[in-house]
């Protein structure tokens, strides 16, 4: 992300300063569309569970590589074992001479020795792969944070990933019955209550409380002959962004392109089957494993669904108001005989894709309320 893109965030208010009900909710509106607006301008991301330590800097000279660990970053792989648990590495202590960095530009060049306080800045991130990236941070003090908030997070989604792929496989048995016979995870506690199925169907998605309305990994092609790729999708403030995983060794994944939702439509079940040839479907369904652990027994029709949609440029709109705003959004209103292009989806599992459709009419409603007057205008021009 370049830094004319970083959309920092607000200042904050100075203290004693009145806050009303409209001023929190103008803000956490103002934290979603910024958030949005970051992934929109991002160029990739780096999946924290390709993250295998967190230390710091000890040498002048960035190590160009470390031993490999697990295989390395490969999407195809078995990485259950692997995203167990994170390392930690010895605990980095706090010296005296931390506490001595009061930060910045200034402190270095009043430095004696400036190779050691650059050193004590900077910590690195040692990915799975075996390669190592420097990060130098505005003081000793700050670098110690950085590596702690990195470390519990990149423990967080280390567990959290198999915990999700376990309560995912729990409702699909409830329903479908067990694919193979049941093995333990390590890392991973037995679970003796009731999946519950209001932890799947998040009301975020609804409410549109977070910057990420809905995210995973989907298999998808933009035409009928052409070949699946698998991807990285982002859903978010009426965009879908997609990210290209490719079977390399690179922890980067870069941003392929976005998708604006304003007049698409999604379908799934027969009626996108039958849409596709007939050599690319299956009637009977398959058993499929994957590197989470996830495992399903779904039909083609269990899993595909296909979103129409046309080429417009990725803004945001703004919230509608009684008065019948968001006539500031441009996006251009086309024939209704103009050309759509298709998006064509297949996601792991039936329960993801329903999840999935549901997502997209959700947000693709919600983009519709808030473009009202486009609405009005789209209906005028078009003689409906």
């Given at each position: 992300m370049s830094p004319t893109h970083s959309y920092p965030p607000s200042p904050p208010e100075p203290p004693g300063?009145?806050?009303?009900?409209?001023?929190?909710?103008?803000?956490?509106?103002?934290?979603?569309?910024?958030?949005?607006?970051?992934?929109?301008?991002?160029?990739?991301?780096?999946?924290?569970?390709?993250?295998?330590?967190?230390?710091?800097?000890?040498h002048d000279v960035v190590p160009v590589a470390v031993t490999p660990i697990g295989g390395g970053n490969i999407p195809g792989t078995n990485d259950s074992k692997r995203h167990v648990e994170f390392d930690i590495v010895d605990d980095e202590n706090q010296t005296p001479s931390d506490a001595e960095d009061v930060g910045g530009v200034a402190a270095m060049n009043s430095a004696i020795d400036k190779t050691k306080l650059r050193l004590k800045r900077s910590f690195e991130l040692v990915l799975r792969n075996g390669h190592a990236v420097r990060f130098e941070a505005h003081s000793a003090i700050v670098a110690l944070e950085w590596i702690a908030k990195l470390r519990a997070l990149c423990g967080y989604w280390s567990r959290r990933h198999l915990v999700d792929a376990e309560e995912e496989m729990r409702l699909i048995e409830t329903v479908r019955g067990v694919v193979t016979p049941k093995h333990k995870h390590e890392g991973v506690d037995d679970i003796t209550d009731p999946p519950r199925i209001g932890d799947f169907w998040n009301w975020c998605i609804l409410e549109g409380c977070r910057p990420i309305i809905k995210a995973g990994r989907l298999y998808q092609k933009k035409g009928l002959h052409k070949h699946y790729k698998h991807v990285l999708v982002i859903l978010t403030h009426g965009h879908l962004i997609r990210f290209h995983l490719k079977s390399t060794k690179s922890a980067h994944h870069h941003r392929s392109r976005s998708i604006n939702l304003i007049d698409s439509y999604t379908y799934s079940g027969q009626l996108a089957v039958a849409t596709?040839?007939?050599?690319?479907?299956?009637?009977?369904?398959?058993?499929?494993?994957?590197?989470?652990?996830?495992?399903?027994?779904?039909?083609?029709?269990?899993?595909?669904?296909?979103?129409?949609?046309?080429?417009?440029?990725?803004?945001?709109?703004?919230?509608?108001?009684?008065?019948?705003?968001?006539?500031?959004?441009?996006?251009?209103?086309?024939?209704?005989?103009?050309?759509?292009?298709?998006?064509?989806?297949?996601?792991?599992?039936?329960?993801?894709?329903?999840?999935?459709?549901?997502?997209?009419?959700?947000?693709?409603?919600?983009?519709?309320?808030?473009?009202?007057?486009?609405?009005?205008?789209?209906?005028?021009?078009?003689?409906?």
């Open positions: 300063s009145l806050r009303t009900e409209t001023g929190e909710e103008s803000r956490l509106t103002g934290e979603l569309r910024r958030g949005a607006h970051q992934m929109l301008t991002c160029d990739g991301y780096i999946d924290m569970r390709s993250i295998r330590a967190i230390r710091r800097a000890k596709l040839p007939k050599e690319d479907t299956s009637p009977e369904p398959t058993a499929r494993r994957y590197q989470d652990g996830l495992e399903a027994n779904d039909t083609d029709e269990d899993v595909t669904f296909i979103i129409w949609y046309r080429s417009h440029s990725s803004q945001i709109s703004q919230p509608s108001t009684p008065e019948g705003s968001g006539a500031e959004y441009s996006a251009k209103i086309r024939p209704l005989s103009g050309k759509h292009k298709m998006l064509i989806c297949k996601a792991r599992s039936k329960l993801e894709r329903d999840l999935w459709c549901y997502a997209l009419n959700a947000e693709i409603e919600r983009l519709a309320r808030a473009t009202a007057a486009r609405e009005r205008r789209l209906r005028d021009t078009q003689g409906i």
